[in-house]
């Protein structure tokens, strides 16, 4: 059974517009036919389609399942690339393996001033769909490096920087257990200002080995180290 993407308005029931309401089309849903659908808040409902109208499927909720978020939550924040469909890419892949909060951030050496959220958020939710979750990963605004390392943050913080190689490796530093936030640089790297900044901020510097890695390439590498390590494995 497919899983669609809706919310619960005032009275109890769900309404499936824009790419739901085409997809719901496509595959000739009738009334009463039962369907999936999360609302990205951890909710999974079994819903009976209840009316078809001109632009929208309304749904009435039968059953109700709350996904519980097991284990600690890992925060990426990331300085986007010029090609934002890297960083599409990324954000697909990195919720398919359960990210729970991405931030994007303006470092010196940043090859992009800004990004589309409604579309990152249209892509995170294709993402839930596919992968079967019923929580959307919270995706902020851009901000500046510094506001950011300046906010209230998780526990265990790491900066993952090129002239780390010498440093511990990511998986040597990574606390099971606990909430983690990690930075990725520009495909120029954090100045050395950044660096230090961090470090002040209570950020470790780590290493993700030798090889010199795109940017979007050491955040899905930082996001799987984390996966393996969060319950000590």
């Known amino acids: 059974m497919d899983l669609y993407f809706g919310n619960v308005n005032a009275d109890g029931k769900i309404v499936l ?39 929208n499927y309304v749904a009435t909720i039968e059953t109700t399942l709350v996904e519980k978020i097991s284990g600690p939550t890992l925060h990426l924040a990331i300085a986007p690339t010029k090609n934002i469909d ?38 995170a939710i294709s993402a839930i769909k596919q992968s079967g979750k019923s929580t959307l990963p919270l995706i902020n605004e851009m901000i500046s490096f510094n506001n950011f390392i300046q906010s209230e943050l998780e526990e265990q913080r790491l900066i993952c920087a090129m002239e780390a190689e010498n440093d511990k490796h990511i998986k040597q530093l990574l606390k099971p257990g606990k909430n983690t936030v990690i930075l990725i640089g520009p495909e120029g790297d954090f100045h050395q200002e950044e660096i230090r900044s961090a470090k002040d901020a209570g950020f470790l510097s780590t290493s993700l080995g030798p090889e010199r890695l795109r940017t979007e390439t050491a955040a899905m590498a930082a996001c799987v180290y984390f996966n393996f390590n969060k319950h000590g494995v």
């Not at 000739?28 to 389609?49: E, V």
Request: hydrophobic share 35%; aromatic share 6%; with cysteine.
């Open 86 to 123: 890297r960083i599409e890419w990324l954000v697909e892949k990195c919720v398919e393996l359960g990210i729970n909060k991405f931030s994007f951030i303006q470092c010196r050496h940043s090859e992009r001033k800004d990004v589309k959220t409604d579309r990152l958020k249209r892509i």
């Open 17 to 55: 517009e824009d790419d739901e309401f085409r997809h719901l089309k496509v595959v000739r849903t009738n009334i009463g036919d039962k369907i999936k659908i999360t609302d990205g808040n951890g909710n999974l409902f079994i819903a009976a389609i209840s009316e078809i109208n001109k632009h």
